[in-house]
């Protein structure tokens, strides 16, 4: 039997064809790489395709995500993991200050954790690294001239764009849906908050799954091209009456409170996608007066009792609904392939001098983008 990790695993083709080069030319050889990044199936694949290439891998993983199995599987295969699933900041911070006490010479980011500890404790030989995220940018972008060294942003290379945010997001949204609810999409009403990148593509699978999608976005020329995109765009108030399933998808605090309960149907499914756990302020929706009912979630769900008897329906308690509950398995392992394609791509640049100090906090090269892109339609190609 192929186990997920296997599947997943045979399923990178991209970062497959990576590690077989890798495994020629060696660019990590010497080279230990500390990384802080969620621990599961594609991050494996990642991994082990520095190891590949050479490198000594020294990794931790992230607040509430990361998998045993992955953990295990790594370590069988030669990757030094630190510490297990946490929840705890402060356990988690100890973990990280190990992943440097091992003085990577190149750093794998994941939210800025790494770099910004580097700068309270330096030490000599670190090469550079990659940042994965938007949040992480924004912390590493004010400590450029502290830093003074090569570090590359995935998040903001146009493919993790589209490939990730705009593609995967949304899939992975239905696909959540799915498997928690266990009810169709189609004819339902929903109403997605936010018309981003990941906001066009929950709007459009769920159009694509036969809902009737409307769409509430405060920048004014989002929503317009929202409108030009065939959705109905209502005011917030109005689109929250109607709505038989939210999705928050902003990166806002707030979207969704309790002062909106007197406007929402009996039986709305409530749901978030965006980073944090506060768009939908289930604490406060929970501690609501009008609430006469809140037991805790089970399997990802939880119904609440109003007091004139309608029930609200909260999935993963506000969390990333497609990265959270039960058996969560996140984005397409082909979109994680290609934004992991450019991170391995983006560390040997930085291992191999490829790129300089010149190249602090900024997007990746184009020359890796234009590289990832052609190898992938090649593939699909067949
Ligand atoms: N679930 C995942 O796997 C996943 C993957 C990538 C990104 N994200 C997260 O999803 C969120 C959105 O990402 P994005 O790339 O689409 O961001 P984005 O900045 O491109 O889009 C967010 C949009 O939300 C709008 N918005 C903000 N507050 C609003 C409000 N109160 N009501 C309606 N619209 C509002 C903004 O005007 C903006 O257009 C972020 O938190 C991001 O970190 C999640």
């Not at 599961?40 to 991994?47: F, M, Y």
């Not at 990577?104 to 994965?132: C, I, K, M, S, W």
């Not at 009912?293 to 009792?305: R, V």
């Given at each position: 039997?192929t186990s997920?990790i296997e599947?997943v695993?045979?399923s990178c083709?991209?970062l497959n064809?990576?590690?077989a ?5 060696q660019?990590f050889?010497?080279i230990?790489?500390?990384t ?12 082990l395709t520095l ?7 020294v990794a931790?993983g992230?607040l509430?995500?990361?998998q045993?199995?992955?953990v295990?599987?790594l370590r ?5 993991v630190i ?5 705890d900041p402060?356990?988690r ?8 006490a091992n ?9 800025g954790?790494l770099?910004?500890r ?8 670190l090469l550079?690294g ?7 940018r924004?912390?590493?972008a004010l400590l450029?001239?502290r830093i003074?060294l090569?570090v ?6 146009p ?7 705009r593609h995967?997001v949304?899939?992975?949204v239905?696909?959540?849906f799915?498997?928690i609810?266990?009810r169709a ?24 799954n036969h809902?009737?999608?409307?769409v509430v976005e405060i ?13 109905a765009?209502?005011?917030r108030?109005?689109a929250?009456?109607n709505?038989q399933?939210v999705?928050t998808?902003t990166g806002?605090?707030d979207?969704?409170t309790?002062?909106d ?9 409530l749901?978030?996608?965006g ?5 939908i ?6 501690a609501?007066?009008?609430?006469v ?5 089970d ?12 029930r ?7 969390h ?5 509950g039960?058996r969560p398995?996140g984005?397409?392992?082909?979109s994680?392939?290609?934004?992991f394609?450019l991170?391995a ?5 930085v291992?191999t ?11 990746v ?11 992938c339609?090649?593939?699909a190609?067949?």
């Amino acid at each position: 039997m192929t186990s997920r990790i296997e599947w997943v695993r045979q399923s990178c083709r991209m970062l497959n064809g990576i590690a077989a080069e890798f495994e020629r030319s060696q660019p990590f050889a010497g080279i230990t790489i500390g990384t802080g990044i969620h621990i599961e199936p594609k991050t494996v694949a990642l991994l082990l395709t520095l190891k590949a290439g050479g490198a000594n891998v020294v990794a931790t993983g992230n607040l509430n995500s990361t998998q045993p199995s992955a953990v295990t599987y790594l370590r069988e295969h030669g990757v030094t993991v630190i510490g297990g699933p946490t929840r705890d900041p402060v356990e988690r911070d100890g973990h990280l200050a190990e992943v440097l006490a091992n003085r990577p010479q190149v750093l794998l980011d994941n939210g800025g954790d790494l770099f910004v500890r580097y700068l309270d404790h330096p030490y000599a030989g670190l090469l550079g690294g990659t940042e994965e995220t938007t949040s992480g940018r924004a912390r590493l972008a004010l400590l450029r001239d502290r830093i003074a060294l090569p570090v590359l942003v995935i998040n903001d290379s146009p493919i993790k764009q589209f490939a990730e945010n705009r593609h995967s997001v949304g899939q992975a949204v239905i696909e959540s849906f799915l498997r928690i609810t266990n009810r169709a999409t189609n004819g339902r009403r929903v109403t997605v908050f936010g018309y981003g990148a990941c906001g066009k593509g929950v709007a459009l699978n769920f159009r694509n799954n036969h809902a009737l999608v409307s769409v509430v976005e405060i920048d004014p020329v989002l929503r317009l091209e929202a409108l030009f995109d065939g959705f109905a765009v209502p005011d917030r108030d109005e689109a929250l009456r109607n709505a038989q399933i939210v999705i928050t998808v902003t990166g806002a605090r707030d979207v969704v409170t309790a002062a909106d309960l007197p406007l929402l149907a009996d039986d709305v499914i409530l749901a978030n996608a965006g980073h944090f756990p506060a768009e939908i302020d289930v604490k406060g929706i929970r501690a609501a007066q009008d609430v006469v009912d809140a037991p805790a979630g089970d399997e990802g769900m939880a119904t609440l009792g109003l007091a004139d008897g309608r029930r609200i329906h909260i999935l993963t308690e506000g969390h990333m609904v497609n990265l959270a509950g039960p058996r969560p398995i996140g984005n397409s392992v082909d979109s994680m392939d290609l934004g992991f394609s450019l991170q391995a791509r983006c560390l040997e640049a930085v291992a191999t001098g490829a790129v300089g100090p010149e190249s602090c906090v900024v997007p990746v090269p184009r020359a890796i983008d234009e590289a990832v892109a052609r190898t992938c339609v090649e593939l699909a190609r067949g």
